[in-house]
């Protein structure tokens, strides 16, 4: 009779510890919020923002968008922003993944990011890097990492960036190489 006593009282307190640990995993300490998941998730989407006077800042397509609960910054699977110019033409960004952070004053793209002037405003420029960071309330994007910039018979290589799609200004940092191809 003793050892079923025991048996029992094991039993009982390995559920009681189990049920426990099931309990805790389903409520984290730090309220409430689940830090494995997304809180929302946005499939096949476009987003235009406006800026402050209601003129297009820019539009956002993208097939995801999630937004992490713990830090509230949105994760971006193969962004394309259109940037528009002061003239209204855009300029396309790609990139493989993006980053917003919380307080939404900038963008990060990484990884294949490229951006294409608007078509209508020539010369066409190519801008290719692994990382840039886009400033859409001012219409400037910024870099550290290693640049190419083509144009019709021109392909420009440096470290660091500077654009102002306004303007239509792009400014290489620091070790340029040119290469000039005269066009016939």
């Excluded at 559920?15 to 499939?43: K, Q, T």
Aim: no cysteine; net charge neutral; hydrophobic share 40%.
């Amino acid at each position: 009779m003793r050892l079923r006593r025991w048996l029992t009282l094991g039993l009982l307190a390995a559920a009681i510890a189990s049920g426990w640990s099931i309990w805790m995993r389903a409520h984290p300490d730090d309220g409430g919020v689940l830090l494995a998941r997304p809180d929302y998730v946005l499939r096949d989407f476009e987003v235009v923002s406006l800026d402050k006077q209601g003129k297009e800042a820019f539009t956002l397509l993208g097939p995801e968008l999630q937004r992490n609960p713990a830090d509230r910054t949105l994760a971006l699977a193969t962004p394309r922003f259109l940037v528009p110019d002061r003239e209204g033409r855009y300029w396309d960004v790609r990139a493989q993944r993006g980053l917003v952070p919380a307080d939404g004053s900038r963008i990060e793209l990484h990884d294949d990011v490229l951006a294409t002037s608007p078509p209508q405003a020539p010369p066409p420029t190519r801008i290719a890097t692994d990382h840039l960071a886009l400033d859409l309330n001012r219409n400037l994007a910024s870099t550290s990492a290693d640049v190419t910039i083509t144009r019709p018979g021109l392909t420009m290589q440096g470290k660091g960036l500077e654009a102002d799609f306004d303007h239509q200004q792009v400014s290489l940092l620091s070790q340029v190489r040119t290469r000039y191809v005269p066009q016939h």
